[in-house]
């Protein structure tokens, strides 16, 4: 007897799960079928949407492109330890390898004295000056690339610290000013993304709301049939929920499509200029997780737009007998 009450509930539960999931498809399919029927005003919505949303997504990727550059320069995060003219050649590699076994130091370069003026001598055409000295007076040097977690200006600040102590060591030359401007420019771009994107949010809400209470209003006779026959406000509603949903929905992909084409036509010209700094640097768009985001952000903001506007306006409808 309770197996069979038990088996009752479920069939009673799945029915029930059955036909409120087949109503809301009902609902989905009809309110793309309205938006179908005007694709001009539907293709307008969209366009307004998916510019609000791809204008915050642009300022994300050119802050991420930002923090891309001095890591993908190379030598742009080294720094440069000069060691103690005397030191023999075993001793400088001794040091050289202390270095590097460091956790905050990702790699080492050494330039032994004599790879530095043979180099001094190409690059500045004073070869028979140089002829002339019976010693080297260059120092060997050691160029530090810090590891990944160490390239603040607060941690290289304490490398360039830590390597001015070691006894084998002449001089450090780190500048680290530019990265501390690099820094500062980032957090404000990070705060004006952030600012326009919950500016640009609440627009969404205004024009999905905006347009969603000029649809309540155009079925306004349907609505007030709808509640003269006992319908609920939440019955009601959805139509206008999923409405809002699928503006949002297409507004978040044409943002995609937006951003997508907008880092497409700026890549070769970012590319050329990059090439004449010697750098192989590209420019990035968003990642696949935040273009899905952004589609999932346009679709939220639609149903909460229509969902505010919805309520808000069938409130104050009241069938008129």
Not at 190 to 206: K, N, T
Not at 279 to 295: E, K, N, R, T
């Amino acid at each position: 007897m309770a197996d069979e009450t038990l088996t009752a509930v479920k069939r009673g539960f799945r029915t029930r799960l059955d036909g409120w999931l087949e109503r809301h498809a009902q609902v989905g399919v009809a309110s793309i079928g309205r938006l179908y029927s005007r694709p001009v005003a539907t293709l307008m919505v969209w366009l307004v949407i998916g510019v609000a949303l791809a204008l915050p997504a642009l300022l994300q990727v050119a802050v991420r492109n930002l923090e891309a550059v001095g890591p993908g320069q190379g030598k742009a995060y080294s720094i440069d330890v000069f060691l103690k003219p005397e030191l023999s050649t075993a001793r400088v590699q001794q040091v050289a390898e202390r270095v590097e076994a460091r956790d905050d130091v990702a790699k080492v370069e050494l330039i032994t004295a004599e790879q530095g003026l043979a180099e001094f001598r190409l690059r500045s055409g004073f070869g028979e000056a140089l002829d002339a000295l019976t010693d080297n007076p260059l120092p060997a040097t050691l160029v530090i690339t810090p590891a990944a977690n160490s390239t603040s200006p607060a941690a290289m600040a304490a490398l360039r610290k830590d390597l001015s102590r070691v006894s084998e060591v002449d001089q450090v030359v780190a500048d680290t000013q530019w990265l501390e401007r690099l820094q500062a420019l980032l957090s404000i771009s990070r705060s004006i993304s952030e600012g326009a994107g919950l500016l640009l949010s609440v627009a969404v809400l205004l024009v999905v709301g905006q347009v969603v209470r000029g649809d309540i209003e155009t079925r306004r006779a349907e609505v007030e049939v709808s509640k003269l026959l006992g319908a609920s406000d939440g019955f009601v509603r959805r139509p206008f929920l999923y409405t809002g949903l699928w503006y949002g929905l297409g507004g978040g992909l044409v943002a995609w499509l937006l951003v997508v084409g907008a880092v497409s036509l700026a890549s070769p010209g970012v590319a050329r200029v990059a090439a004449l700094y010697g750098s192989d640097f590209q420019l990035l768009g968003l990642p696949f997780a935040g273009y899905c985001s952004l589609v999932a952000t346009g679709a939220a903001l639609g149903w909460l737009g229509s969902g505010i506007a919805a309520t808000w306006r069938l409130r104050q409808l009241e069938p008129s007998v």
